[in-house]
Structures are given as structure tokens and as C-alpha cells.
Antibody, heavy 119, light 105 residues
């Protein structure tokens, strides 16, 4: 059974940094692209970034490009999202998601971790 | 960026109803479209991929159709557990984009 467990969320001041982690199990982690998708309170889904299986390609949404960095450690089956220069509009539940067949849609999601950016 | 427009934003229906949700892309996406169901406080759940392929384990009352820029999700007979919000998502090109969602109430 695929399991994705996010951690690292919390309250941070504007301009601050936070690193999210997603521990994966139940599948061959280094065979799949992984992504972060976020959802602001009461709003819809927003794709943040994806990292392909070998880590060589990492596209970002324009709203986070230059501030967020996605990475993975295939030896630890873990996905990361380093978030710098955080803004109030980054407040959201951040989901880790596994691509179904490396095509850009997601067949498994974590439970999400809440990031709140506020002074 | 490819914009995804869903309609309606809210849909009132009853158990047993046939429900149809539409999703329009701002440019052709070559059937690279997925549909998700999300219940309050939960992560999204993949229903349909490649516009019309049913994800394993998803009930057959869910179906997807369409091509080019116009797509639909149909629930043939609405069940109590289907009251949720539904999202379409294109994966033809980056940035990946979602529709604004349709709440079925």
C-alpha cells in the first residue's frame, strides 16, 4: 500500500523559511516523479512543483519560482520542499503526491501539512 | 499557461441523479486530462485519467469524455458518498493547472 507522510508544516513569519518532508513507502520511490500541490484555506488546488525520478528536472509554478526548491533523496525515499522568503499568500495545506505513470497526474496523495505564514 | 475553466462552480443534486460537470481548456490538451474528487479535510482522489480512463478501484458510475479543449465528468447515479468537490487537471504541459472546482451538494 502506498503511503505518503508529510511533515514540517507550522507557523512562520513573513520572510521566513520552512522545509517540508514527505516520507514515502509501499512503492519503488526512485521510479516515480513526485510533486507538491497546495490548497489555500477554502480555495482550489494549485500545483507547486514536480521532480522527475532521477531528480534532473524540476519545473515550478511561477508563484514560487526562485523561492522554493524541490528535491528528493532516493536513498531515504523522501521528498522535500525548501520554502524561502515566505509570504502570506503561501499559507496553505501542502500535499505530497505521486505521479501515476510519470505523466503528470497523481494517483496517491499524502494527508497534507499546513503552512501558515503570519506575523 | 493553460487555463482550466470548470462549470458549474456549485451543483445541487439528489441521490440517484445523473450529474455532469464540464471542464474547458484554454488550448488543446490532447486528452491529457484528469479528474479528482475531494471531500472536506481530505486529500484529492484520482477518478479519471487521460480524459476517459477509469482509475482502478473507482466505481463505474463515474465516467469521463471529451477531447481537444472540452471535457465532461459524468456520475450516472449519484450516491451519498459522492457529495464532494471535483477538480479537473491538465497535464499536457507545465505548469500543470487545475480547474477551480465544482462542489456537488
Amino acid at each position: 500500500e502506498v503511503q505518503l507522510l508529510e511533515s514540517g508544516g507550522g507557523l512562520v513569519q513573513p520572510g521566513g523559511s520552512l522545509r517540508l518532508s514527505c516520507a514515502a513507502s509501499g512503492f519503488i520511490f526512485n521510479n516515480y516523479a513526485m510533486a507538491w500541490v497546495r490548497q489555500a484555506p477554502g480555495k482550489g488546488l494549485e500545483w507547486v512543483s514536480v521532480i522527475i525520478a532521477d531528480g534532473s528536472r524540476t519545473p515550478y509554478a511561477a508563484s514560487v519560482k526562485g523561492r522554493f526548491t524541490i528535491s528528493r533523496d532516493n536513498s531515504k525515499n523522501t521528498l522535500y520542499l525548501q520554502m524561502n522568503s515566505l509570504r502570506a499568500e503561501d499559507t496553505a495545506v501542502y500535499y505530497c503526491a505521486k505521479e501515476r505513470t510519470n505523466e503528470g497526474h497523481f494517483d496517491s496523495w499524502g494527508q497534507g501539512t499546513l503552512v501558515t505564514v503570519s506575523s | 499557461d493553460i487555463q482550466m475553466t470548470q462549470s458549474p462552480s456549485t451543483l445541487s443534486a439528489s441521490v440517484g441523479d445523473r450529474v455532469t460537470i464540464t471542464c474547458r481548456a484554454s488550448q488543446t490538451i490532447n486528452n491529457w486530462l484528469a479528474w479528482y474528487q475531494q471531500k472536506p479535510g481530505k486529500a484529492p482522489n484520482l477518478l479519471i485519467y487521460k480524459a476517459s480512463s477509469l482509475e482502478s478501484g473507482v466505481p463505474s458510475r463515474f465516467s469521463g469524455s471529451g477531447s481537444g479543449t472540452d471535457f465532461t465528468l459524468t456520475i450516472s447515479s449519484l450516491q451519498p458518498g459522492d457529495f464532494a468537490t471535483y477538480y479537473c487537471q491538465q497535464y499536457d504541459s507545465y505548469p500543470l493547472t487545475f480547474g477551480g472546482g465544482t462542489k456537488v451538494e
